[in-house]
């Protein structure tokens, strides 16, 4: 870069302004640079003295006591690039035109930069390793450099450029949890001196609609009304300067007054008005009235159910015509313990082509072509790159497999492996038109009340597109289970029916209802229970608990060929969230997969295009149903039978006789029985010990009832 002979200003100028706005020896200062809008600097002619000279001035005008921070932003995760600490290149910002000197600081003899692989800083100076020595993986918020640079008193300094640039005001705003700027998950690979790790970060970007955007006046005009912003002018630009803890202040004071204050505004639903942005296909469900199993199916399988999507919320739409349904729904971005709530995905479009243009299939053909939550692409690929991003069924040859990228960043496509072996070209064009967009998670339930708060719930997942074993079919017998009991009045324990986008929303439910978790007595998840394999029982993380028993007992009497297993041997699903630490509700799962020792498991058609109606015929699921009542029915009746007897019952005297010589096996059963009543167990629990059916054991303790001999707590 040429300088010409007109100067606007001096080293001395520039140094004398910093120090006019307040920087002394020994400040720690962060410094936001765009020199080049304030004029040409005397006696340089090239970009490198103009670096040298703005290197000289920073350093002179902190001392050697103080620290110098430069943003050297990369972005390199929003990108989906590998970032290196010590290498990648500073791509600017949007306040900066003048990259050569970042790039010049960065490179600096004793300047180390933070691992943020989106914003980092460069620092140089005795405070530089405190504020970036072991980060949280955030480029804002707690414990943050911002929050560093704050807690040791730093000043920010703008030279240039306008001090609502400085993205200090970015960390206040996640801190004060303004609704234009939400949470987002960016994953990728560090390399640190020479080391590689794979890090997840958490980048509180805006909603992409122009009320979000950044609001470039108000509050540097308050920060220069209340008199906490410094400035100096210097050649054709000004020199501003303010204390972190004051600009803190008056940032938090201004949002506090008006949320949308440091935004463009005006104020509005963004969720609408991202929807309006994005305006992607929308989708309209009819069902009739008390539809059947079969014809919600029908209506429902087809449509792209991904985990937040218009498709998945017009299925749930058409449920909540069915029964009483509340629709519960968590903003993009909410923190929900450690998982952060997903952006809404959109796919307008996705094929592959030929280089000669024969399209070779498409997202219109079948929405399992195109990963959920792909990425957008629009390229020429060779057959390598491309087959690096193309996945198929691992079993069956002709299927089109469902894959899934909702927290790695990354663009894909799916075809059969029939397709794939086809694809000999060196070549080919690739095309992926999908975006994300601000929303809500939603999850569905349905309360039947009891006479307890004491509640069971159920669950099953509704999102995955195209297909319906995983998991429409749990879908619509829980919707058959809920109509059943809504007809009940007599019911110990309230039955609440969540219906979720897997394991996402089910983390969301909880974390915004813990207070429900103490009246959760346990569950059951139903998923994958078309299928034409017996029952499977998943206990609970515990194993033994009230509702394991009950279940269980339930289960061996109508499924005769059912089996059981230990928490996370037979499927992983939902229960998972409600068993976890901190949580530990006792979530049992009901499926028809095959053991996991099966080559076919969980069963062959899984997470493909063939999961379709003719794998989950009614007669099934019905079956299923019934199964799930019978199930709740031995819970609701699994009462403590206490005695009201002392010694060994006479039962003669109450004409309770089973000849010993004739039924030794029924003798004995009745003694075992009332040997075990003394109001410390349930019917459950002696039906297990006994190792009889619940029913059996419920019979003959209803006779002793019934005489008079034992009562129920």
Known sequence: MMIASQWDYTRADLLNGIQNVGIEHGDTVYFHVCIDTLGQPEGCTTSEEVCEMLMGVLQEAVGPDGTILIPTYTFTFCRQQMFDVQNTPTAGGPWSTFSDFLEY???????????????????????????????????????????????????????????????????????????????????????????????????????????????????????????????????????????????????????ANDIWFSAAGPAGDLVALDKARVAGPEYSVSLPENATMAEIIDELWTLPRDIVSEGYDAALQALATQVPMTIHEYKTGMEAWSWI????????????????????????????????????????????????????????????????????????????????????????????????????LKVGEVVVHGASDECIVLCTHLCHPHMVNDDLSGVVVGIDVMRELLKKRDLRYTYRFLIVPETIGSVAYLSQNE?????????????????????????????????????????????????????????????????APGVRVPMLSLSRVLPSSAPNSPYPQYHSSHDTPDTAPLRRLEDTRDLVLEMIDALENNLTPVNNFKGEAFCSRYGIHIDAYANPEGNRALFDIMFLIDGTRTIAEIANTCGISFDSAKQTIDILVHNGLVSYA
Request: charged share 25%.
């Open 341 to 440: 709530i997903p952006e809404k995905w959109t796919c307008y479009e996705a094929y592959l082509e030929t280089m000669d243009g024969e399209r070779l299939f498409s997202y219109a053909d079948h929405p399992l072509h195109v990963v959920s939550y792909s990425l957008p692409f629009d390229g020429v690929v060779t057959r390598k790159e491309l087959f690096d991003h193309l996945h198929v069924h691992p079993i069956i040859s002709d299927a089109i497999p469902f894959q899934f990228k909702y927290y790695e960043r990354d663009w894909g496509l799916c075809c059969s492996k029939d397709l794939k072996d086809t694809l000999n070209d060196e070549k080919y064009r690739v095309v992926i038109r999908t975006t994300f967009s601000y929303s809500t």
């Open 105 to 255: 600081f960065r490179k600096s003899p004793g300047v180390i930069r933070s691992g943020d692989p989106i914003h980092s800083v460069a620092g140089l100076g005795p405070n530089a390793e405190l504020l970036f020595k072991d980060l949280p993986h955030t480029c804002f918020g707690a414990d943050s450099v911002h929050q560093r640079l704050m807690g040791i008193g730093g000043k920010i300094v703008t030279l240039g450029v306008g001090l609502h640039e400085a993205t200090f005001q970015h960390h206040v705003e996640e801190l004060v949890g303004v609704p234009f700027r939400f949470k987002k998950l960016f994953t990728g690979y560090i390399r640190d001196n020479g080391k590689m790790r794979k890090e997840g970060w958490l980048y509180n970007v805006h909603v992409l609609v122009d009320n979000a955007m950044l609001g470039k006046g108000p509050l540097e005009q308050k920060a220069r009304e209340t008199g906490i912003c410094h400035a100096a002018q210097v050649g054709c630009g000004e020199i501003l300067s303010v204390k972190t803890q004051d600009y803190y202040n008056l940032i938090t004071s201004e949002l």
């Open 515 to 579: 207070n429900l978790i103490p009246t959760m007595k346990g569950g059951l998840f139903l998923e994958m229970v078309g299928l034409e394999n017996p029952h499977a029982l998943q206990l609970s993380f515990d194993g033994n608990t009230e509702v394991d028993q009950c279940f269980t007992l339930a289960m061996k009497k109508h499924d005769y060929s059912a089996w059981t297993g230990a928490f996370r041997t037979i499927i992983g699903n939902d229960e998972r969230q409600f068993n």
